[in-house]
């Protein structure tokens, strides 16, 4: 059954390729949902699929890619709501 999960990213973690490098990471992983640049300097992604490869999501998205220094992760599980079809970065 697949699950959903939301993550916020707090710390250097625009201007470093955050997004794009979450683009990569999810696609690979097969996931669908988005990350987004929130007003605040944190970046949000919210992902659904397999509770396995969302873990691998989220343990990724701790340390981000080289350019990002993570200072604080939040997250939290939800249901599936089959929202969406693919991986994107919003804007």
């Known amino acids: 059954m697949d699950s959903r999960i939301h993550i ?5 973690v625009q201007g470093v390729f955050f997004r794009a490098n979450t683009f990569d990471r999810a696609t690979a992983l097969g996931v669908s949902g988005y990350v987004l640049n929130l007003p605040d300097g944190s970046l949000e992604i919210v992902a659904e699929g ?4 969302l873990v691998k999501l989220l343990n990724w998205a ?7 220094t993570v200072s604080k ?4 599980w939800h ?3 089959k929202e969406f079809k693919k991986f994107e970065i919003r804007y």
């Open 79 to 81: 249901d599936s709501k």
């Open 62 to 68: 701790s340390h981000g890619p080289p350019e990002a």
């Open 50 to 53: 397999d509770k396995e490869k």
């Open 73 to 76: 992760i939040e997250h939290s």
């Open 8 to 12: 916020r990213v707090s710390g250097i």
